[in-house]
């Protein structure tokens, strides 16, 4: 059973770069689909961007011009890199499966990690 | 790009009661591609709902989804002590994917 594990720095300072990674066990990660999504403190729910098991990636265009999304196939890990960040980019980050099975929801999420952005 | 919008914004109910959330895209989407999620306090959000009406796996019976086009609704039947939480809906299309902004299903 597919199993997602965040990771990364709990403190990131303003105008800094973000570096998450998502570890993926029990499968590959170069089968699917995969996603990360962040929530504000106290906030919903927001799509950051995907990459597909070839490499290709999208992104929320709000976020395209900071975010990058990669694959470590030799680890079989996900990265997450957000630049130039700011109180706005304080939330819980998580990544997330989507599958086919599912029509693209999302059936399998890591427990996520807080990142607060601060000085 | 569709924004998906969820109504209410809170639902007071009590045990036992029937909870009806509502979800609507601003333009006709594909009911394949239509989910529903649940969320509690500190955990990730589960995939409830799927293809606007199929339950994911071990979800209960009680949990049903409908609509087409435009509107979509998650019903839940009954509601347990355990169902109080907040329901995301979701889009996906283009290899994007989009949320509701939730609807929070609190104890009256």
């Known amino acids: 059973q597919v199993q997602l594990q965040e990771s990364g720095p709990g403190l990131v300072k303003p105008s800094e770069t973000l570096s998450l990674t998502c570890s993926v066990t029990g499968g590959s990660s170069s089968d699917y689909y995969w996603s990360w999504i962040r929530q504000p403190p106290g906030k919903g729910l927001e799509w950051i961007g995907c990459?597909?098991?070839?490499?290709?990636?999208n992104y929320n265009a709000s976020l395209r011009s900071r975010v990058t999304i990669s694959e470590d196939k030799s680890k079989n890990q996900l990265s997450l890199t957000l630049r130039s960040v700011t109180a706005a980019d304080t939330a819980v980050y998580y990544c997330?499966?989507?599958?086919?099975?599912?029509?693209?929801?999302?059936?399998?999420w890591g427990q996520g990690t807080t990142v607060t952005v601060s000085s | 790009e569709i924004v998906l919008t969820q109504s209410p914004g809170t639902l007071s109910l009590s045990p036992g009661e029937r909870a009806t959330l509502s979800c609507r895209a601003s333009q006709s989407v594909s009911i394949s591609y239509l989910s529903w999620y649940q969320q509690k306090p500190g955990q990730a959000p589960r995939l409830l709902i799927y293809?606007?009406?199929a339950r994911a796996t071990g979800i209960p019976d009680r949990f049903s989804g409908s609509g087409s086009e435009t509107d979509f609704t998650l019903t839940i039947n009954r509601l347990e002590p355990e169902d109080f939480a907040v329901y995301y809906c979701?889009?996906?299309?283009?290899?994007?994917?989009?949320f509701g902004q939730g609807t929070k299903v609190e104890i009256k």
């Open positions: 979701q889009h996906y299309g283009r290899s994007s994917w989009t």
């Open positions: 293809g606007a009406s």
């Open positions: 997330a499966r989507p599958s086919l099975r599912f029509f693209y929801g999302m059936d399998v």
């Open positions: 990459i597909y098991y070839s490499g290709t990636t």
